[in-house]
């Protein structure tokens, strides 16, 4: 009886979310938020799935959201980071070149800041591409 409690629970916060993604009230909740890290959050793991699942358009349209519409730095290099990898996992590697340039200049003493800069160092070596 409680697995059947669960299941209904998950169902029914699964379709509220989803109506609630669907209908745009989600992304106007995250627009109305620009201080929020709760709602920065969000953005970047929605662009973290887009990631996962393969979809390198949306992970760079949520990524972006991330640095561009909120106040707040929580996501930001992380984001940087993952549209270094979008553009890697496409093959535009002169784009993913300049994220990580980027991301290392602008935020070196961040964990992705240190990734980026090794990530740029190896493209630079392995495919003879320059600055």
Known sequence: MKKFILVIILAGTFYFCYDYYKSGKFNNYLE????????QGIEY?????????????GAIFRFNRVINNYKVENYK????????????EQNCIPEAIKVYKFLYMNYPNSYEGNLAKKRFDYLLSTRNYAE
Not at 45 to 57: K, L
Not at 77 to 88: F, G, M, Q, V
């Open 32 to 39: 109305q938020n620009p201080d929020s890290v709760i709602a």
């Open 45 to 57: 793991y929605m662009g973290y799935i887009n990631y996962i699942r393969r979809n390198y358009g």
């Open 77 to 88: 290099s992380k984001s940087y980071y993952h549209i270094a990898l979008c553009y890697e």
